[in-house]
C-alpha cells in the first residue's frame, strides 16, 4: 500500500512556505503586535552585541520561522499525547523565564547569570524534545543557534547592568514580557 497523505504533503508545504516567508510583513499574520515589539528589541539587542547586523538577523529569522512551524504543527494537531505533556512543560519553563527576566530587571544587581543560563537550556531542551519526530535537523539548528545566542554569557551579563547600554532595551522587552505574561499568552 502507498504511504502517500495528502493531509501530510499539505503539512510539508505549509511548514516549506512559511519558512520561506519569515519576513516582518508576512509574521505579522502569525505573531502579535506585543511579541513583534520584543523580538525588534532582540534584535536590536543582537545588532548592538555582535556588531553584525546579518547575525541579528539570522537569530531574529531563525526564532520566527520555530514559532511558525511549531504554531502550525500544533494547529494541525501534530503532537502526541505525551508531546502535548512536553509543550505544557516548555509552556511552564517559559512562563518561568519571562517571570525571572522580569524580576532581575525590576530589582537592580539581583542578576545570577546562571539562573538565567539554566531557564534558557532548559527551554531549548524542552523545545527540541517537543519537535524531534517533527522538524528536520536544520530546524533543530535554528533552535541551538537562537537559544545558544541568547544565553551567552556576555551578553546576559551586559543585558543586565544597570548601567548598560542595553537597558533601555531591556527595559521594553520586560514591558512586553509582563503584557504577554498578563495576557496569559506565556
Known amino acids: ?20 516567508m519569515a519576513s516582518k510583513s508576512s509574521v505579522q499574520m502569525f505573531i ?3 511579541t513583534s515589539e520584543i523580538l525588534d528589541e532582540l534584535y536590536r539587542i543582537s545588532k548592538e552585541f555582535t556588531g553584525n547586523k546579518t547575525e541579528a538577523q539570522k537569530v531574529i529569522k531563525n526564532l ?16 502526541s499525547t505525551e508531546e502535548l505533556g512536553v509543550a505544557q512543560d516548555f509552556k511552564k519553563k517559559l512562563h518561568q523565564g519571562a517571570m525571572t527576566a522580569i524580576s532581575f530587571y525590576e530589582v537592580d544587581f539581583t542578576f ?9 537550556t532548559s527551554c531549548r531542551d524542552l523545545l527540541l524534545k517537543l519537535v524531534n519526530n517533527h522538524l528536520t535537523t536544520k530546524s ?10 541568547y544565553s551567552d554569557p556576555e ?20 514591558k512586553g514580557l509582563n503584557k504577554l505574561v498578563e495576557d496569559g499568552t506565556i
Open 140 to 149: 533543530h539548528g535554528r533552535i541551538n543557534h537562537v537559544f545558544n545566542h
Open 155 to 174: 551578553l546576559l551579563t551586559k543585558l543586565y547592568d544597570p548601567s548598560g547600554p542595553f537597558r533601555p532595551n531591556l527595559t521594553k522587552v520586560c
Open 64 to 79: 520566527i520561522k520555530i514559532a511558525v512551524k511549531i504554531g502550525v504543527l500544533f494547529r494541525n494537531n501534530r503532537f
Open 32 to 34: 502579535d503586535d506585543t
Open 112 to 120: 545570577d547569570r546562571a539562573v538565567m543560563e539554566e531557564l534558557l
Open 1 to 20: 500500500m502507498d504511504a502517500f497523505s495528502s493531509k501530510d504533503m499539505a503539512l510539508r508545504a505549509q511548514k516549506k512556505i512559511l519558512s520561506t
